[in-house]
């Protein structure tokens, strides 16, 4: 299953977010909640999925100050049970986000029969001498449940990808794709640094039931070129059924 997430058309509306990914066929959306209201919206959010006759199957929050959209994106969800939440580890500062991901947020997936993944982010530091995130290497992420694997972000720290699919082994529910060139990051998946193709043919081999989302940047689309956008969406879409064969 590979769906089109929010996240990579921050200056569209979702109408045309949806429009796309309809278009495409892809077999469903990620919705990002964030600052666009749109996205709080479960009424407009059902609609606009019978509108273009494409489920919702994942929701995710941004990385950066996730916990400020906590109270919309537990309205969202209820509204959407056998769905999937992608959530980052805590930034090291966020108490609150802490406490309602390690007590809340679990309640949340089992009362509304959510799928929850713990999602690996870039390293980074604060201050000098503060890691960005709590509890996100792989090894934690894997104690601590099921996880989705995020290709660009371990790129980022230098981990093999391969590598990481292996350590993960069971726990691994989840993959966002995308590709890494000339150091620019979420690009299109036919050409980059990163073995996409032995990742997808390993999945395939080893019959991966989990789920995939496509993630690129608004730069590798050519936001604002309708045309290019779409033939860049269509050839890493065509690039994904080539390579992950689950037949």
């Known amino acids: 299953m590979l769906y089109l997430t929010s996240a990579s058309f921050p ?7 949806f429009r796309i990914a309809a278009h495409l066929q892809f077999d469903g959306v990620e919705i990002m909640v964030c600052d666009d209201f749109d996205t ?23 990385i ?11 309205k969202v969800v209820r509204e959407f049970p056998n769905t999937t939440i992608n959530l980052a580890p805590p930034e090291t500062l966020a108490s609150n986000y802490k406490k309602w991901m390690e007590t ?19 390293f980074k530091m604060r201050f000098g001498f503060l890691p960005s995130h709590t509890e996100s290497s792989l090894h934690s992420l894997r104690e601590s449940g099921d996880v989705s694997l995020d290709l660009c972000a371990l790129w980022k720290i230098q981990e093999d990808v391969i590598r990481a699919t292996n350590l993960l082994a069971l726990k691994l529910k989840h993959v966002y794709l995308g590709n ?7 690009t299109s998946l036919t050409h980059g ?9 390993k999945l395939a081999r080893e019959n991966f039931s989990g789920e995939f989302t496509l993630k690129l940047s ?14 860049v969406l269509k050839e890493s879409k065509d690039f994904f059924e080539k390579y ?3 037949d």
Request: charged letters at 25%; zero cysteines.
């Open 180 to 186: 890494v060139y000339q150091g620019q990051t979420y």
């Open 104 to 122: 809340m947020a679990p309640k949340l997936a089992q009362v509304n029969k959510l799928q929850f993944n713990r999602r690996n982010v870039e």
């Open 244 to 246: 992950f064969r689950a």
């Open 40 to 62: 709080q919206d479960p009424v407009y959010l059902k609609e606009l999925s019978e509108r273009y006759k494409i489920p919702i199957k994942l929701f995710s929050l941004p």
């Open 218 to 231: 608004p730069k590798s689309l050519h936001e604002g070129n309708g045309e290019k956008m779409l033939a």
């Open 11 to 17: 200056n569209y509306g979702l109408d045309r977010f």
């Open 193 to 201: 640094l990163l073995p996409v193709e032995s990742l997808l043919t």
């Open 64 to 74: 950066v100050n996730p916990g400020k959209y906590v109270e919309a994106f537990e």
